[in-house]
Structures are given as structure tokens and as C-alpha cells.
């Protein structure tokens, strides 16, 4: 069995495109992850589980404090922001898709996104910043699909950042790829509508 259960795991991640630790847990709660070539571990089954367990639950707790760390920051800077911004971070893309970004022309930029699967939008919007000072982003190669993830916006004196991160699926070697992606807009005002 040695090796076997590891290479199925594999297979099994390459079906479902996602692959986590408990993958390698047997309904008996034994852990399979031993393989000449590639990890033999040293710790019983239960310790190993624990630590693991444990690992999760700091993640967790750090990402509980970033967030709320975050929402403090943001509430005391809201009331400095016009409704538009407030309405990007309060209203999110989750899980909305880039279709489409504009370069600026003059100092505005255009995104349009397809919000079917979005949390607060529907249907197509586009998003036109104006007084854009800087747009940064860049657009993995080979691009299937992507998912706005997270946003956080920031004041910087008259004119806001916005800084967000998506989740793309690129296909590299002929396989598909989770990558993240990255945009960064510092512009004074937004406007959201629908197409």
C-alpha cells in the first residue's frame, strides 16, 4: 500500500482541483502520507493530527484579528470617503469576474465585471474611476477564469486606493492553475452602474 495512497490522492486532487492535509486521512482517521519519495514522517498519526488541528486554529485566529483590524481601519476613515467608495467596499465584487479593464484614458479607467455569481450585484456593472493617479495590475498569462476575492480600500489625502485580490485559474503546461492577482487603483472618486 505504501506509495499507492499518496499517487491516488494526487489523482483525486487533480479531479477536484483542490488538495488539503485531510485528503491523506483514512475514514479511520489513520494518516497516509508515507512514500519512499516523498515524506516519511516521524510522528504517530494522532500527533501529527493535532498539530495540523492546531495550525488551523492560529490561522484562524489570525485572520479573525487582520479582518477586524482591518474593519476598525475602515470605520474610522468611512465617513471621509463619498458614498461611491463606500458603496465598492460595502457592496463587494466577491465573487464577482474581470471581464474587461480600459486603460486610462485621461484619468479615468473602466472595468466591467460579470456579477451573476457576486455577492451584492447582479448582471454586468462597470466600475469607472476618475482623477486615476495610478493603476497597477497584471494579468497572469493564459487566463480561464477569475473571481474577485477580497478588497480593502485606503485614504492617502484627497484621493483613495483601492487594493484588491482575485483568483484566477490559468491553464500552464496544459493544466489548470490557481493564481492570484492583484490590482491596485489610487483615484478620487468611483462610480458603479449597471450595463
Known sequence: MKGSI????????????????????????????????YLNLKLSDRDFKKRIEMWEED??????????????????????????????YEKSLHDAQLLHVDTPQD??????????????HAG??????TGVRELDFQLPEGIEHNSWVHEEIYVQGNVF????????VAIVNSKPEVKTFRIKVVAQDVKIEQV
Do not use: P
Open 161 to 168: 486606493e483601492l487594493h484588491a485580490v482575485l483568483d484566477c
Open 124 to 129: 454586468v456593472i462597470k466600475v469607472t474611476f
Open 6 to 37: 499518496l499517487s491516488n490522492n494526487f489523482k483525486k486532487m487533480n479531479q477536484k482541483g483542490i488538495m488539503t492535509v485531510r485528503d491523506f486521512w483514512s475514514e479511520k482517521g489513520e494518516l497516509h502520507f508515507e512514500d519512499d519519495n
Open 59 to 88: 490561522y484562524h485566529q489570525q485572520y479573525a484579528k487582520k479582518v477586524q483590524q482591518y474593519r476598525n481601519y475602515y470605520d474610522s476613515i468611512k465617513n471621509n470617503l463619498s458614498e461611491n467608495i463606500r458603496q465598492l
Open 107 to 120: 484619468d479615468s479607467c473602466k472595468m466591467i465585471f460579470d456579477c451573476k455569481h457576486a455577492m451584492h
